[in-house]
């Protein structure tokens, strides 16, 4: 009897081992489960990451040659006179959408082009000038107006500080006693060289219808500069401006605007932009007249194309030259220096006067 119940005991025993055997081993296999589960989902987002990426490269790709067949098209226009067409709808056969590579699918689906900019985007240095056309237009209708104002802003140079407290007063470069100045603003001075254009190309005239203004950003007393006849400021009689910039360490931008009226109000012009002390960046024309925003035209084109790789989108928008202006890369002056430059001003015979106030070596 002892036997009996003994045995029944020893069954009971290893029947729960077996249990919790059984248990652990569903447990382990859970938890494999979910590990082998969890890195699929890793290993299938990183292919598919990289399928994007590869994905997008091609549609960008696509964007770009988009970009390149619409100004290939502009390029013939021009050649052959006639205007740049404007493109505003996906639709339009001016400039067709293509599609590059069927397999996979690779096209660019959409193709805008906008012939009047509402602003010009130039990029001007201390070592080369950047021309550009400024022929104000309605946005609407494309027809010539006359400007009443010109406003150029451009930002901070690179890796300087754009407190403009930096910066000195209206008219003064390096004060004395030492104080801020050139050297310690972080804004480039302008130069703007502003030509009307009036037909006439000889010397006379191009000299007679062209003057200089100064931007200077300043740390205070900025002000719009009125260049017209209500000012007795013309292109005839004053041929150096001096405008004061206002500059904001939030916008990292210096403005000035240059007031327009009677004979200076004009609906071409020619604008020689050059960087002075820093380099320029970003500079950007604008133009307005009373208080209506105008565009620009023969100066630059918008294109903007749209890239498609399966069902992966790239949209590429590029500001286009459509003038030569400047190419050439006349230079800045007769001779250039990194070192200061003395001059003597006085000289008889064959040598200089020994009176020399300056002491130039």
């Not at 001007?124 to 946005?139: E, F, L, R």
């Not at 050297?183 to 502003?194: F, N, P, T």
Request: proline content about 6%; some cysteine.
């Amino acid at each position: 009897m002892m036997m009996t119940k003994q045995s029944k005991s020893n069954d009971r025993s290893n029947d729960e081992r077996g249990l919790v055997s059984f248990m652990i081993t569903i447990v382990m296999m859970v938890v494999i489960s979910l590990i082998v589960i969890g890195f699929t989902q890793v290993a299938n987002r990183n292919r598919r990451q990289a399928l994007d990426r590869q994905l997008s490269t091609q549609a960008f790709y696509a964007a770009e040659s988009g970009i390149n067949a619409a100004v290939t098209a502009i390029r013939a226009d021009q050649a052959a006179g006639q205007p740049i067409a404007r493109q505003t709808t996906c639709t339009g056969s001016d400039y067709p959408a293509t599609t590059l590579n069927a397999s996979p699918l690779v096209r660019y689906t959409c193709v805008l082009v906008n012939p009047t900019v509402p602003d010009l985007h130039i990029s001007p240095t201390t070592q080369s000038s950047s021309v550009v056309p400024v022929n104000p237009v309605d946005g609407s209708t494309g027809a010539p107006v006359r400007p009443t104002e010109l406003t150029f802003s451009w930002a901070v140079s690179a890796g300087q500080d754009p407190n403009p407290s930096l910066c000195s007063t209206p008219g003064v470069f390096r004060p004395t006693p030492p104080g801020p100045g050139t050297e310690s603003c972080g804004y480039s001075l302008l130069r703007v060289d502003l030509l009307k254009q009036v037909g006439d190309t000889s010397s006379g005239a191009l000299a007679g219808n062209t003057s200089t203004f100064y931007l200077q950003p300043v740390s205070s007393g900025a002000s719009d500069y009125t260049f017209g006849d209500s000012a007795g400021r013309t292109f005839a009689s004053t041929k150096a401006n001096r405008v004061a910039a206002s500059c904001s360490a939030s916008t990292r931008r210096c403005t000035a605007t240059i007031l327009l009226d009677g004979s200076t109000s004009h609906q071409r012009y020619v604008a020689r932009v050059t960087g002075l002390y820093r380099e320029p960046r970003d500079v950007i024309i604008d133009a307005r007249r009373n208080t209506t925003n105008l565009s620009f035209s023969d100066a630059q084109v918008v294109v903007d194309v749209t890239g498609k790789a399966q069902d992966v989108l790239r949209r590429v928008r590029a500001t286009v030259p459509l003038h030569t202006m400047g190419s050439e890369n006349i230079p800045l002056g007769g001779a250039t220096t990194s070192a200061t430059v003395c001059k003597r001003f006085t000289a008889s015979g064959v040598q200089y006067d020994l009176d020399d106030p300056i002491h130039c070596p």
